[in-house]
């Protein structure tokens, strides 16, 4: 019994205000619904739909591209026509050439 009343303990840790605050951090850092993992969790995951975001964004304004594109001559249709969806005219022959599979 007398050696637990010989340990020193320093002041600052009989204080109630230290005690509070550093129980207030635990319980926030660890033991709260939204502790630190959670948080970490949310801003990576907001990070990578802001990055989503960005790219929807910039699909959005090449379709939007590719439709004024359409829009202006007929010319440009048909070579829409030919080059993405592979159309053809009645009196001609399509041939497409695609590339080995690489091993």
């Given at each position: 019994?007398?050696?637990l009343?010989?340990?020193?303990v320093?002041p600052f840790?009989k ?5 509070t ?12 619904k939204?502790n ?17 975001k ?5 699909e959005i ?5 590719d ?11 048909e ?20 590339p080995?599979?690489?091993?």
């Amino acid at each position: 019994m007398s050696s637990l009343k010989s340990i020193k303990v320093p002041p600052f840790l009989k204080n109630f205000f230290f005690i509070t605050g550093c129980s207030f951090l635990i319980w926030i850092a660890f033991l709260d619904k939204t502790n630190l993992m959670y948080q970490y969790q949310f801003r990576s995951e907001e990070k990578k739909l802001e990055a989503q975001k960005d790219f929807f964004i910039n699909e959005i304004k090449k379709t939007k591209e590719d439709q004024q594109e359409l829009l202006s001559s007929p010319e440009k249709q048909e070579k829409f026509a030919r080059e993405k969806y592979f159309m053809k005219r009645d009196d001609e022959d399509l041939f497409i050439l695609t590339p080995a599979p690489q091993q």
